[in-house]
């Protein structure tokens, strides 16, 4: 028996990608033997239909189950019209998740857990997008890439400038975005689904303030 996690490296001891479509790596892995093979994900900076895509992936896999951070409506409905099982809510690291599979400790996810096009962001451009100003609530900021947190309303540019995505460095993966309104999931998943997104934003962080560093260091 074989399940797929989405993964953010190409190892067991990687943590487990909370976004499905836009994860780095599928692990295929049986939880029985713990032997696995990592899959890059070909369609990681796609435009569009990457969800789809990532499910016809896994599908032709022949796997039983999928382990993951969250699922978009999509690739929900094309896993389950493959027999596929979808676990959605998943973090640690891929061994971890593979080992409580196993022991029979996931409940299967009967929806999307996210809207499309999660982790994604507004739209495709490489831009700052409309954010980071300060107007109304949390705007949609970071253009294509950055997704819909981050911004603090309508301003401070209006599309394609700054080179920020996808990812803020090089070889960083796409940044999950904040839905200001997510689909109705239980309060426990939306948790789960919040901490892992924060999770990204702070190594996001971390990884502009080290460009920032080297880029100085270059005057």
């Given at each position: 028996?074989?399940?797929?996690?989405?993964?953010?490296?190409?190892a067991?001891?990687s943590p487990?990608?909370?976004?499905?479509?836009?994860c780095?790596?599928?692990?295929i892995?049986?939880?029985?033997?713990?032997?696995?093979?990592?899959?890059?994900?070909?369609?990681?900076?796609?435009?569009?239909?990457?969800?789809?895509?990532?499910?016809?992936?896994?599908?032709?896999?022949g796997?039983?189950?999928?382990?993951?951070?969250?699922?978009g409506?999509?690739?929900?409905?094309?896993l389950q019209?493959?027999?596929?099982?979808?676990?959605?809510?998943?973090?640690?690291?891929?061994?971890?998740a593979?080992?409580?599979?196993?022991?029979?400790?996931?409940?299967?996810?009967p929806?999307?857990?996210?809207?499309?096009?999660?982790?994604?962001?507004a739209?495709?451009?490489?831009?700052m997008?409309?954010?980071?100003?300060m107007?109304q609530?949390?705007?949609?900021?970071?253009?294509?890439?950055?997704g819909?947190?981050?911004g603090?309303?309508?301003?401070?540019?209006?599309?394609?400038?700054?080179?920020?995505?996808?990812?803020?460095?090089?070889?960083?993966?796409?940044?999950?975005?904040?839905n200001?309104?997510?689909?109705?999931?239980?309060?426990?998943?939306?948790?789960?689904?919040?901490?892992?997104?924060?999770?990204?934003?702070?190594?996001?962080?971390?990884?502009?303030t080290?460009?920032?560093?080297?880029?100085?260091?270059m005057?």
């Open positions: 028996m074989k399940i797929a996690i989405t993964a953010s490296k190409s067991l001891s487990v990608d909370p976004r499905f479509g836009r780095p790596y599928f692990i892995i049986d939880p029985e033997t713990m032997e696995f093979e990592a899959n890059e994900n070909t369609n990681l900076y796609g435009a569009s239909g990457v969800g789809i895509q990532a499910a016809q992936f896994v599908a032709n896999k796997v039983k189950a999928l382990l993951t951070g969250s699922c409506p999509n690739a929900f409905q094309t019209a493959a027999g596929i099982e979808v676990i959605t809510g998943v973090s640690g690291t891929v061994q971890e593979a080992t409580l599979y196993k022991e029979k400790n996931f409940k299967s996810t929806q999307a857990n996210v809207a499309s096009h999660f982790g994604m962001g739209g495709t451009g490489s831009g997008g409309q954010g980071m100003g107007g609530g949390m705007g949609r900021g970071m253009g294509g890439g950055m819909r947190g981050m603090m309303g309508r301003g401070m540019g209006q599309g394609q400038g700054m080179g920020m995505a996808p990812g803020m460095a090089p070889g960083d993966p796409a940044m999950p975005s904040f200001p309104n997510p689909p109705s999931i239980p309060p426990e998943d939306e948790v789960k689904t919040l901490q892992q997104q924060a999770e990204y934003l702070q190594q996001q962080m971390n990884n502009i080290k460009r920032i560093e080297e880029l100085k260091k005057k």
